[in-house]
């Protein structure tokens, strides 16, 4: 069995594996679809926190079932899984909140992922999605990340929801909040990403901050009042301290990129807004269910977020491409058949 392996930042390297047997409570998936996300960039560059090498990156998968011992499921069905593991028995697992878990396993971060042709995976996170093509079902997990920081905020239909970074999980974010009702604003310093905001999914109001007042811009739009929710999906240390400024009095911050630093705000500033701030980890069951009817709806549609595909057995050498500005890459998706 192939399995592309990241040995260490900025080297791929092509193993045959032994076969994946299947045990009591797992189920053996054929993988056909991997999505490229911003961690595995991060991980490939050697940027990524909580990450060790070598490791077998992809999390976002399409698969079909070989084998199960999961009556509920079919041979030759097509799934997706919930890649966080977690352990079940700690303070955030007791609350259902097994995102967050203080002993998580994220598959292809803190334990091998998918990038390989046959994995065994516990029943418990595969995920049933009747009508979903491999592409929609490679999609489920990233959108399900921007379905629970809208959760998370407590968005409500009519609010100014401004996203920082329209990269994929930000486009996501944008969608799941204009879903919720939201009067959503963009924010990118990439003209061509804001591009796609607007001609593919329908985003109002674009703001480049390199290229204008951003602070003005919103007063304009919100007429004075400031979105009530600043989600930031950029993962950018000056993104995140700027956008601090950018809260409505009573508003909520979710931070949803990851930043390896400190980050730094006025607390005066904050604490005259009486503001809340908030982190967003992963997604929950119910996110999964809830991104998965947008898709069998149409209400989302895969085809706006997938740009580019490779080829399994040729990534390694083209790996790179995917993060080069000038491949205007959303989305990338690895086809392994």
Same mark, same amino acid.
């Not at 909580?50 to 199960?68: C, D, K, Q, V």
């Not at 898709?295 to 706006?304: D, F, T």
């Given at each position: 069995?192939?399995?592309?392996?990241?040995?260490?930042?900025?080297?791929?390297?092509?193993?045959?594996?032994?076969?994946?047997?299947?045990?009591?409570?797992?189920?053996?998936?054929?993988?056909?679809?991997?999505?490229?996300?911003?961690?595995?960039?991060?991980?490939?560059?050697?940027?990524?926190?909580?990450?060790?090498?070598?490791?077998?990156?992809?999390?976002?998968?399409?698969?079909?079932?070989?084998?199960?011992?999961?009556?509920?499921?079919?041979?030759?069905?097509?799934?997706?899984?919930?890649?966080?593991?977690?352990?079940?028995?700690?303070?955030?697992?007791?609350?259902?909140?097994?995102?967050?878990?203080?002993?998580?396993?994220?598959?292809?971060?803190?334990?091998?992922?998918?990038?390989?042709?046959?994995?065994?995976?516990?029943?418990?996170?595969?995920?049933?999605?009747?009508?979903?093509?491999?592409?929609?079902?490679?999609?489920?997990?990233?959108?399900?990340?921007?379905?629970?920081?809208?959760?998370?905020? #407590? /968005?409500?239909?009519? %609010?100014? +929801?401004?996203?920082? !970074? =329209?990269?994929? &999980? #930000? /486009?996501?974010?944008? %969608?799941? +909040?204009?879903?919720? !009702? =939201?009067?959503? &604003?963009?924010?990118?310093?990439? %003209?061509?990403?804001?591009?796609?905001?607007?001609?593919?999914?329908?985003?109002?109001?674009?703001?480049?901050?390199?290229?204008?007042?951003?602070?003005?811009?919103?007063?304009?739009?919100?007429?004075?009042?400031?979105?009530?929710?600043?989600?930031?999906?950029?993962?950018?240390?000056?993104?995140?301290?700027?956008?601090?400024?950018?809260?409505?009095?009573?508003?909520?911050?979710?931070?949803?990129?990851?930043?390896?630093?400190?980050?730094?705000?006025?607390?005066?500033?904050?604490?005259?807004?009486?503001?809340?701030?908030?982190?967003?980890?992963?997604?929950?069951?119910?996110?999964?269910?809830?991104?998965?009817?947008?898709?069998?709806?149409?209400?989302?549609?895969?085809?706006?977020?997938?740009?580019?595909?490779?080829?399994?057995?040729?990534?390694?050498?083209?790996?790179?491409?995917?993060?080069?500005?000038?491949?205007?890459?959303?989305?990338?998706?690895?086809?392994?058949?």
């Amino acid at each position: 069995m192939r399995a592309l392996i990241c040995k260490e930042p900025g080297i791929f390297e092509y193993q045959d594996l032994s076969e994946p047997k299947l045990e009591p409570g797992y189920s053996i998936l054929s993988v056909k679809r991997v999505g490229v996300c911003g961690t595995d960039i991060h991980a490939f560059a050697g940027n990524q926190p909580f990450f060790e090498y070598p490791r077998i990156l992809g999390h976002e998968l399409a698969a079909s079932i070989l084998e199960t011992t999961d009556p509920d499921f079919e041979v030759g069905e097509l799934v997706t899984l919930i890649p966080y593991f977690n352990c079940g028995d700690c303070v955030a697992c007791n609350q259902g909140k097994g995102n967050c878990c203080v002993r998580i396993k994220v598959y292809g971060v803190h334990i091998d992922g998918g990038m390989r042709q046959r994995i065994a995976v516990p029943n418990e996170y595969l995920i049933k999605a009747p009508g979903l093509d491999l592409d929609a079902l490679a999609l489920v997990e990233p959108l399900s990340i921007g379905q629970h920081a809208v959760v998370r905020s #407590g /968005l409500k239909p009519g %609010e100014f +929801a401004l996203v920082v !970074g =329209a990269g994929p &999980i #930000g /486009l996501g974010l944008m %969608e799941m +909040a204009r879903l919720a !009702g =939201a009067q959503v &604003i963009a924010m990118d310093v990439n %003209e061509s990403r804001l591009g796609v905001c607007e001609q593919k999914f329908g985003i109002k109001y674009l703001i480049n901050p390199a290229k204008e007042d951003a602070l003005e811009r919103l007063k304009e739009i919100t007429n004075g009042n400031m979105p009530s929710v600043v989600f930031d999906a950029s993962g950018s240390l000056k993104a995140i301290n700027q956008a601090f400024q950018f809260l409505a009095h009573t508003g909520r911050y979710v931070l949803v990129g990851l930043q390896k630093e400190y980050i730094s705000f006025s607390h005066p500033e904050f604490h005259k807004r009486e503001a809340t701030l908030m982190s967003s980890r992963n997604a929950s069951k119910q996110d999964f269910a809830q991104v998965i009817r947008y898709l069998q709806s149409g209400q989302v549609n895969p085809v706006h977020y997938i740009t580019h595909r490779y080829d399994f057995e040729s990534i390694a050498e083209k790996f790179q491409q995917i993060s080069q500005p000038e491949n205007a890459c959303i989305k990338a998706i690895i086809e392994l058949d």
